[in-house]
C-alpha cells in the first residue's frame, strides 16, 4: 500500500547535473528520515546521501560538495541534486525513507548513467 516511486534518472555527459524527486504515496502514518543508495553494477549497494525530518542533512565521501539532498515534507517528497557528475557515479539510484510506525520503504530505482 506504500510506495516510493523515483524519477529524473537518464543519460548526462561527465560534468553534467541531473536532479532526482522521489515521491511517497499510499499509506504513511509520518514519514521520518529520508536518503538516497545506489548500487552500481557489480557492486554492492552504497549509501549517498540522508535527510532528516528537521532537515538536517549528511553525505557519503562519494557525493559530498556535489550532491544536494532536500525534502519537502508536505509533499512528502525527497530529492537529489546531483552535480559535476563523474562516470564512477552511474549507478541504479534506489530513494528510502522511514516511517514513525518503524516501517522501511524503498523506490525501485531510477538509473544514471554518466558517460561521453
Known amino acids: 500500500q506504500v510506495e516510493l516511486v523515483e524519477s529524473g534518472g537518464g543519460l548526462v555527459q561527465p560534468g553534467g547535473s541531473l536532479r532526482l524527486s522521489c515521491t511517497s504515496s499510499g499509506s504513511i502514518f509520518s514519514i521520518n528520515g529520508m536518503g538516497w543508495y545506489r548500487q552500481a553494477p557489480g557492486k554492492k549497494r552504497e549509501w549517498v546521501a540522508a535527510?532528516?525530518?528537521?532537515?538536517?542533512?549528511n553525505y557519503a565521501d562519494s557525493g559530498k560538495g556535489r550532491f544536494t539532498i532536500s525534502r519537502d515534507n508536505a509533499l512528502n517528497t525527497v530529492y537529489l541534486q546531483m552535480n559535476s557528475l563523474k562516470p564512477e557515479d552511474t549507478a541504479v539510484y534506489y530513494c528510502?525513507?522511514?516511517?514513525?510506525?518503524?516501517?522501511?520503504?524503498w523506490g525501485k530505482g531510477t538509473l544514471v548513467t554518466v558517460s561521453s
Open positions: 535527510i532528516t525530518r528537521g532537515g538536517n542533512t
Open positions: 528510502n525513507a522511514d516511517d514513525l510506525m518503524g516501517m522501511d520503504y
